[in-house]
């Protein structure tokens, strides 16, 4: 590493597949870039290859949300495009400078160092640029540090999700949030934002949504970008533990609480003082530890196992559950008092079937990278028909599933691409096609028929716009502007079963 303090200030939280803010994180390097260059201002552009652009994800911007440059343009895309690092000491003098930047920002570059950041494969990842050394011109020596710590940053992006959406190939637009969580659709945005907020707070946290949507992942979000997040962050799984160890398991025994107790030991709730407990699955508690729970959330205090004197404990609490609490509150399974106080900051995560086919597709595409490269089969691609396939399977088992869904398929696939009859789903039917009866229709998922008989065009022609609204995610505005069509336009052809936006 060129720096054992770049190292150590973001190399943790990424090596531990912590679910860091990856602006955040890579905000912080650049700061160290800048730094440690005496510079003004830097830049990482990240390379869009769906659209062909650098963007500058993160960067000392204050005038502008973002810079987007084609590949080629201006002195960072022509590094994107050649290679080669350059240190200008007269910037706006040099031809390939994109004036266009400073008129918009009304900064004025004086000079500037910019390097290829580049994998160990040599395959361009983007581009790290500073400005303005404080003191006079970069001189070689100064490009020569920036190198070194490009390498570095190039490093860092590989051991994040970023990876497999800097790959060369990607189909979809550059986009992400949190470390190791993938979605762009408007109901993991508003995940996104909830957690966000919520992390900046010691409020507690309720994640709610079906086995495998990825409660966890939620949860140690809020932890990792809290100010808690270089405390301990300890989960307490409340399903896999009989009834009469939970209490034990929580808050720990005094010497003598029961037979074998020969010392005092320490639960979960110590464990995790001046961080974040993680309690998963917290609607399986039994009644007899949910008042102890309570107890706890209200004074931070609690009591060992056979114990006497209260215990405090500086400890932020997030907890998931699948279950719906509200019934259970209503049937008396869980204490309502124990439900409003667990339910601060609610986050419910959608399962993967409401996210949309760009979630699924981003999800599809990320997966297949890291179990490749896990599994040493990097030239494994899947069948056409493979896709469609997932596209059509419902994921009662949501990411989770998908998960193991494709890494058996990387595992057994006999050859480089992977066949339908590996992943063990059905072929969906044919979209274009009708079934032959007004009954069958109404059992067929929307936008997929089969071939039966002959049909008029309007009824095909519907069964596509709602296709393609689906693949956008119900947005009225993108489809009709896919389709070539107005939007009212659209509307007329959905009929009264169009989606809001």
């Not at 869904?405 to 696939?413: D, M, N, R, T, W």
């Amino acid at each position: 590493m060129a720096d054992e303090k770049l190292a150590s200030a973001f190399w943790r939280a990424v090596e531990a597949g912590e679910q860091v803010d990856l602006e955040d994180l890579l905000r912080g390097v650049i700061d160290e870039v800048v730094r440690r260059l005496r510079a003004d201002r830097g830049t990482l552009y990240l390379l869009d290859h769906a659209r062909g652009e650098l963007v500058s994800r993160v960067a000392h911007l204050p005038e502008l949300a973002e810079i987007r440059l084609r590949v080629g343009e201006g002195i960072a895309g022509w590094v994107a495009a050649h290679g080669e690092p350059v240190v200008i000491p007269g910037a706006t003098h040099d031809p390939r400078f994109a004036g266009r930047i400073d008129l918009a920002t009304g900064y004025r570059t004086r000079t500037l160092i910019a390097v290829p950041v580049n994998d160990a494969h040599g395959h361009r990842l983007g581009v790290l640029q500073v400005l303005n050394r404080a003191g006079g011109p970069f001189d070689q020596d100064d490009c020569a540090t920036v190198v070194a710590l490009a390498r570095d940053v190039a490093r860092l992006l590989d051991s994040t999700s970023l990876r497999s959406q800097l790959r060369p190939g990607q189909q979809q637009a550059l986009d992400f949030r949190f470390n190791g969580i993938v979605g762009v659709s408007p109901a993991m945005r508003e995940v996104f934002e909830r957690t966000t907020r919520a992390a900046r707070t010691d409020a507690t946290v309720l994640v709610q949504g079906e086995s495998g949507s990825g409660k966890e992942l939620i949860a140690r979000a809020v932890h990792f970008n809290s100010p808690r997040r270089d405390g301990p962050f300890v989960k307490v799984d409340c399903a896999a533990l009989p009834e009469g160890l939970i209490e034990n398991e929580l808050f720990g025994h005094d010497r003598g609480a029961f037979t074998g107790a020969d010392r005092s030991t320490d639960g979960k709730v110590q464990a995790a003082n001046g961080g974040t407990l993680f309690l998963d699955e917290v609607g399986e508690l039994p009644p007899s530890v949910q008042g102890k729970l309570l107890r706890l959330l209200q004074e931070r205090t609690f009591l060992r196992v056979g114990g006497t004197q209260a215990r405090t404990v500086d400890v932020r609490f997030v907890c998931a559950t699948h279950r719906d609490l509200e019934a259970d509150v209503a049937t008396g399974r869980f204490r309502q008092d124990l439900y409003y106080r667990l339910r601060v900051v609610p986050i419910r995560v959608p399962p993967l079937r409401a996210r949309g086919a760009v979630d699924l597709d981003r999800l599809i595409d990320h997966l297949m990278f890291d179990l490749t490269r896990r599994h040493r089969r990097p030239d494994l691609r899947l069948a056409p028909d493979v896709r469609a396939a997932l596209h059509a399977h419902p994921w009662p088992g949501n990411v989770r599933e998908l998960e193991n869904c494709l890494e058996a398929a990387v595992v057994l696939s006999p050859g480089d691409v992977v066949p339908l009859e590996i992943i063990g789903l059905s072929a969906p039917p044919a979209v274009g096609t009708l079934p032959s009866t007004p009954e069958a229709r109404e059992r067929t998922s929307e936008g997929s028929f089969r071939v039966d008989e002959l049909v008029p065009l309007e009824v095909v022609e519907r069964a596509y716009v709602q296709h393609v609204l689906a693949r956008c995610d119900g947005n009225r505005s993108r489809a009709a502007g896919l389709l070539g069509i107005g939007r009212n336009t659209l509307l007329r052809k959905l009929g009264s079963e169009s989606a809001p936006d």
